[in-house]
């Protein structure tokens, strides 16, 4: 057992209120009142404080870069081409050539400075539209537009060879500026004079499978050859039918 | 299958090598005839000095003088094995007997003699019936001109040509005429021209792009011709009298194969200005131009009957393979010659009944078909082969004699320029040099 009761152990506020109340009347009460202390003397401020950062640091001739400073401490705050400024801040800039940017921070307890470069290179030539170079051209027409072969004796496109000209006619829709000649030959059997004329007719009837493909005809040139610059000269059936042709040849 | 091919085959044979036979008797090219030729004894002249010069020229003169005469066609050249040791040199040295008696047995004689005397070649010559003892003499000529290695020959070309005109049936002699043609040997094809016999061969056109299909005028004053000229083939002109080319019409499209009518006056050519090849006319001076063909399909070669000048053969292949036509010089009447194969190049007789002209028989995509020189009869069509050495032989072109034929063929290895006479005879190589082709008689 040992719990006292508390109820044993009252405190006496009640007679610890009025003494209380008695004191701060006589505070309050009292008439006279003391100075208020007089303010501390001012203190010196520190060397301010700059940063300065321009991103990103190297740009092309006409993009921008961002400028980021803070100062601490400092009264006077300017940029180099910019003038006065806040303490913190951001501008975007422009320059035409390389420049460094300068910030000066004041205070009357000194300056500081702050640096940040920009490079500026020269932007890339702007892509030509019209005729780059002819070499490639050549070579692209060379490369995708096909020979059309004919039979012995004749000047008509076979079916397999009217799939040649669709071909040829697509690619040369894409490439509205190139211009060509169609020549025309044939196999070394049979006459000189009659091959001339197979020539040109061969040559001719590629020029109007085109132009119905919607090829202009004004791109369009022909000559016969007939039998006189052969592309091989055996005896043979394949040389022969490799002589049987309309031949491409890129002219612009 | 293959039974019925062979049998197809040796039937196809059969009719091919009947037909020729059954047609040779008849037909008459001036030579062959049946008649007998004029046995002629042709000794060399006599060199009537005894310098250098005079030897060198005489010979030449002498085997250019036999050359020509030979090949006339016309004469029974009696072998100089058989003539008397010494060789006449003027009249007083002619003894009859020695000649129309056995062993020569010759009917005529021509004799001479040649000098150089004062940087002159003299020569005289005579052409004698040695049947005839009252009055042999038929010819006594007399030539003089400055003494070089080509007078002697022209000299002897011009004799020649008079013994023959006068010996035979007064159609004059081809010793003097030329022949032009298609030579590669520069290293491009340009025009050429030589003497009839191969001599004196040397280039004309300088065009450097590619001349073809040379026909020169009936005067002789410009050879027409086709040429690559930018992108397109024309007709051009070289001009013999200035020696270069001078300017002729150009047309549109390809413009090929010009040959002139016999009196001058008119050049036809193919041409496909219209978008089709066909044959046109026009006048010498390059005016007046008419179209003849009218139909669709390539037409091409043209050739004039010289006799007449009323009608046109050419090429076309409006059925398909190239058959030859004729058709009247305003274009009507176009009538259908060769019946079969591929045939070109068609070259009209002097007399006007004959085309000669280029024929592969059996044409097609595996047969490698010869193609050989034929001569047919305008009137009956009917047709006589000349050439049958299998291989290629194309462009004949009449001389003006009608009884000669140039033409081309490769049975030497390359092409070259060989003559011929109009039976297929006495076949001679004119030209060796690179690649010879389309040879062009002229027309006197």
Redesign the interface.
């Known amino acids: 057992m040992g719990g006292m009761t508390l109820k044993a152990r009252k405190i006496q506020w009640i007679h610890i209120v009025p003494a209380l109340v008695l004191i701060l009347v006589a505070a309050a009460c009292s008439k006279k009142k003391p100075a208020p202390p007089p303010p501390p003397p001012a203190a010196k401020l520190p060397a301010p404080t700059a940063m300065l950062t321009a991103n990103p640091n190297t740009i092309e001739a006409g993009q921008a870069s961002t400028l980021t400073w803070n100062t601490d401490f400092a009264t006077d705050i300017s940029i180099d081409g910019i003038g006065k400024v806040d303490p913190t801040g951001t501008r975007k800039v422009t320059p035409s050539e390389s420049t460094t940017y300068r910030l000066l921070a004041k205070n009357d307890s000194g300056t500081k400075e702050a640096t940040a470069r920009v490079t500026v290179t020269p932007a890339p030539p702007p892509p030509t539209t019209s005729k780059v170079s002819t070499e490639s051209d050549s070579q692209l027409f060379s490369q995708n537009m096909k020979d059309v072969f004919y039979?012995?004796?004749s000047y008509e496109i076979t079916p397999e060879y009217q799939a040649v000209i669709q071909s040829d006619a697509g690619f040369l829709q894409q490439h509205p500026n190139m211009s060509f000649?169609i020549e025309g030959h044939c196999d070394e059997?049979?006459?000189?004079?009659?091959n001339?004329?197979?020539g040109?007719?061969r040559a001719?009837a590629a020029k109007q499978a085109l132009v119905q493909q919607g090829v202009s005809a004004t791109r369009i040139?022909?000559?016969?050859y007939g039998k006189?610059k052969p592309f091989c000269t055996d005896?043979t059936?394949s040389c022969w039918q490799q002589n049987r042709r309309a031949h491409f040849v890129y002219s612009k | 299958m293959k039974r019925f091919a062979s049998i197809f085959l040796l039937a196809v044979l059969a009719a091919a090598y009947n037909t020729p036979l059954a047609s040779q008797d008849w037909i008459r090219t001036g030579t062959g005839l049946g008649v007998e030729k004029v046995r002629l004894a042709v000794p060399d002249f006599k060199a009537a000095a005894t310098d250098v010069d005079t030897k060198r020229l005489t010979t030449a003169f002498s085997v250019t003088l036999w050359n020509d005469l030979q090949a006339a066609g016309i004469f029974d050249m009696v072998s100089p094995s058989f003539y008397p040791l010494a060789n006449p040199g003027v009249p007083q040295d002619v003894n009859l007997a020695q000649w129309s008696d056995p062993p020569p047995n010759a009917s005529m004689l021509t004799f001479g003699n040649a000098m150089v005397q004062g940087g002159f070649l003299a020569v005289q010559g005579w052409l004698y019936d040695v049947k005839n003892s009252q009055s042999p003499q038929v010819l006594g000529k007399q030539y003089r001109e400055q003494a070089t290695e080509d007078n002697a020959r022209l000299i002897a070309h011009r004799f020649a040509d008079e013994i023959i005109f006068r010996l035979g049936g007064g159609i004059p002699g081809i010793a003097e005429s030329r022949i032009y043609f298609v030579s590669n040997r520069s290293g491009t094809?340009e025009i050429w021209q030589m003497d009839y016999d191969g001599s004196n061969q040397k280039q004309l056109t300088h065009v450097t792009t590619?001349a073809?299909?040379p026909h020169v005028s009936p005067d002789g004053s410009r050879v027409a011709f086709s040429s690559?000229s930018g992108?397109?083939?024309e007709i051009l002109m070289y001009s013999l009298d200035l020696n270069r080319p001078v300017s002729f019409p150009r047309y549109q499209?390809?413009n090929?194969?010009p040959a002139w009518s016999s009196d001058g006056k008119w050049l036809a050519f193919?041409s496909?200005r219209s978008?089709d090849?066909e044959i046109y006319a026009v006048d010498v001076n390059g005016g007046d131009l008419r179209r003849l063909t009218n139909s669709r399909g390539?037409?091409?070669?043209p050739t004039w009957n010289p006799k007449t000048n009323a009608q046109i053969a050419f090429?076309s292949?409006r059925t398909?393979?190239?058959q030859i036509y004729t058709m009247a010089s305003d274009g009507t009447n176009v009538v259908r010659v060769t019946d079969q194969g591929?045939a070109?190049?068609p070259s009209w007789s002097p007399n006007g009944q004959f085309l000669a002209f280029?024929w592969v028989r059996n044409y097609?995509?595996?047969a490698?078909?010869a193609s050989d020189i034929y001569l047919m009869d305008v009137a009956s069509k009917q047709w006589v082969q000349l050439t049958h050495d299998g291989g290629r032989n194309?462009?004949p072109s009449w001389a003006p004699d009608g009884r000669h034929i140039v033409f081309q063929s490769n049975r030497s290895g390359r092409t070259q320029i060989w003559s011929m006479l109009a039976d297929g005879s006495q076949a001679r190589q004119l030209t060796s040099a690179g690649e010879n082709?389309?040879p062009n008689w002229s027309f006197k």
């Open positions: 039979a012995y004796d000649l059997r049979g006459s000189i004079e009659y001339l004329t197979l040109e007719y001719n040139r022909t000559i016969s006189e005896s059936e | 094809k590619m073809l299909s690559v992108n397109e083939w499209g390809a090929l194969s193919s496909s978008g090849a390539p037409d091409v070669s090429v292949g398909g393979l190239p591929y070109v190049s280029a097609g995509p595996g490698p078909g194309d462009f082709t389309q």
